[in-house]
């Protein structure tokens, strides 16, 4: 029997959440799930989904630190040091029903026209991150070179040809 339960990562603690407490901790009235997008069963099953998804994403993203961290030891980057975060599923939970929740402050109706819980992953543009940082402006233009050497830049790839 499927759970009625959010089961998220928040901060390296796995915490399950029902409606009613899913609501408090992010300081939703019980207005804000049936105005927004999804059915609190959709999200349910978003959550479960970006569970099995967040692991390639954390690999992902330690495959990235590692190339900059690796440009970085060769000083060939300009880069000085690295940051990186996943999105945990309970916040991402939160911005899909903030920001498809009419009159909601942030939200962004018009963006999130026709999402669902198929293609949530396509709307959303934060769910892993990774900040270079570098000691002096004109290290941008290393940071550039580095970054359209090893990457290649395919419109293809862009989120909004995606959807």
């Known amino acids: ?10 901060n390296g603690n796995n915490i399950e959440y029902t409606e009613k407490e899913f609501c408090k901790r992010f300081n939703f009235t019980g ?17 479960n989904d970006y ?7 954390i690999n992902n ?19 000085h040091s ?8 309970a916040h991402l939970i939160e911005k899909l029903i903030r920001k498809t929740t009419p009159e909601e402050k942030g939200s962004n109706i018009e963006k999130y026209e026709g999402i669902n819980k198929g293609n949530y ?25 580095f970054i359209t050497d090893v990457f290649q830049n395919d419109k293809n790839n862009y989120i909004n040809n995606n959807l």
């Open 61 to 79: 993203e330690k495959s990235l630190v590692n190339l900059f961290q690796e440009a970085m030891r060769d000083k060939v980057s300009g880069i």
């Open 121 to 145: 992953y396509k709307f959303v543009t934060d769910l892993a991150g990774i900040r270079l940082l570098m000691l002096y402006q004109k290290d941008w233009e290393l940071i550039h070179k």
């Open 1 to 10: 029997m499927p759970s009625d339960k959010i089961n998220a990562n928040e």
């Open 31 to 47: 207005e804000h799930i049936p105005k927004c997008a999804f059915t609190w069963d959709d999200l349910v099953y978003i959550a």
């Open 51 to 57: 569970n099995n998804r967040r692991i390639t994403i």
């Open 82 to 89: 690295i940051r990186s975060r996943t999105k945990d599923t």
